[in-house]
């Protein structure tokens, strides 16, 4: 059974910065594109960054420059460095991995800016 375990968010002053990881196990197969999502309240769900098995990265346009996604194939686990956060970074961040033809949802964390 394939589970994603985030940590890493909290509570952090406008400027401060975070770094979220998010562990994959329970996967017999190699794991495909892993990236990382947030919602915000009254707001859809929405692609932060992503990352490729061979490190080809993607991101959010409001967001380059500020966050920087890297994943370790060795330990199955993806990392968001947030830098220079806002209020408008509070949101629930979520972790995504793909694995063959299915997608994999962690549980969240909940990531709060504010002074």
């Known amino acids: 059974q394939v589970q994603l375990v985030e940590s890493g968010g909290g509570l952090v002053q406008p400027g401060g910065s975070l770094r979220l990881s998010c562990t994959v196990s329970?996967?017999?197969?190699?794991?495909?594109?892993m990236g990382w999502y947030r919602q915000a309240p009254g707001k859809q769900r929405e692609l932060v960054s992503s990352?490729?098995?061979?490190?080809?990265?993607n991101y959010a346009d409001s967001l380059k420059g500020r966050f920087t996604i890297s994943r370790d194939n060795a330990k199955n686990t993806v990392y968001l460095q947030m830098n220079s956060l806002t209020p408008e970074d509070t949101a629930v961040y979520y972790c995504?991995?793909?694995?063959?033809?299915?997608?994999?949802w962690g549980q969240g964390t909940q990531v709060t800016v504010s002074s």
């Open positions: 995504n991995a793909q694995i063959l033809i299915s997608n994999y």
């Open positions: 329970g996967s017999a197969f190699r794991i495909g594109d």
């Open positions: 990352i490729t098995w061979s490190g080809n990265k």
